[in-house]
T-cell receptor
Framework: QKEVEQNSGPLSVPEGAIASLNCTYS??????FFWYRQYSGKSPELIMF????GDKEDGRFTAQLNKASQYVSLLIRDSQPSDSATYLC??????????FGKGTMLLVSP | GAVVSQHPSRVICKSGTSVKIECRSL??????MFWYRQFPKQSLMLMAT?????????EQGVEKDKFLINHASLTLSTLTVTSAHPEDSSFYIC????????????FGDGTRLSIL
């Protein structure tokens, strides 16, 4: 059973702080990793994807991947109240199918 | 960027009704589309993978005869919930994979289905 684990939260951070979201996965053969943001009642929105070990930066977002530790994270710098949402980690588990974690709720307070 | 359109956004209907949900890739061709279901406070659960021109691949526990999937063209996949019952009430979301190797999935806006 391929699993993707996330802390459900909520993770509360003040506006302007760095939010750190973490995810672990069980399938050592996974090659592609994705972070989606989901607002309440809405469908997921792609934030970032990463395929190689190390860091990948896009604006205020940085994805970090460590395949040896089977760990992927998302850092959000200068957090804004509009970043408050549930963040879903997804791992490609073969033939383009994604396995999603249950998501971490992020609350950014003004 | 890749845009996926899903329609309708909300359906409320009586038990026993069949409901069809459409998923379209607007600016790219999608040979593969995916159908997910999400219950409140839960994560997305893959129901089936829809392949253009061939039969869909269903995940374990998903009834093929209840959730009919058709992917007749490179831009359209449909999910029909047949003889829907209250326990089928959920948020149904489709996604399409972008063109090229290991491209991310882009999601439609979802369909909230409520069966009375």
């Amino acid at each position: 059973q391929k699993e993707v684990e996330q802390n459900s939260g909520p993770l509360s951070v003040p506006e302007g702080a760095i939010a750190s979201l973490n995810c672990t996965y069980s399938d050592r053969g996974s090659q592609s990793f994705f972070w989606y943001r989901q607002y309440s009642g809405k469908s997921p929105e792609l934030i970032m994807f990463i395929y190689s070990n190390g860091d990948k930066e896009d604006g205020r977002f940085t994805a970090q991947l460590n395949k040896a530790s089977q760990y992927v994270s998302l850092l959000i710098r200068d957090s804004q109240p509009s970043d408050s949402a549930t963040y879903l980690c997804a791992v490609e588990s073969g033939y383009s199918t994604l396995t999603f974690g249950k998501g971490t709720m992020l609350l950014v307070s003004p | 960027g890749a845009v996926v359109s899903q329609h309708p956004s909300r359906v409320i209907c009586k038990s026993g009704t069949s409901v069809k949900i459409e998923c379209r890739s607007l600016d790219f061709q999608a040979t593969t589309m995916f159908w997910y279901r999400q219950f409140p406070k839960q994560s997305l659960m893959l129901m089936a993978t829809s392949n253009e021109g061939s039969k869909a691949t269903y995940e374990q526990g998903v009834e093929k005869d209840k959730f009919l999937i058709n992917h007749a063209s490179l831009t359209l996949s449909t999910l029909t919930v047949t003889s829907a019952h209250p326990e089928d009430s959920s948020f149904y979301i489709c996604s399409a994979e972008g063109q090229g190797r290991s491209q991310p999935q882009h999601f439609g806006d979802g369909t909230r289905l409520s069966i009375l």
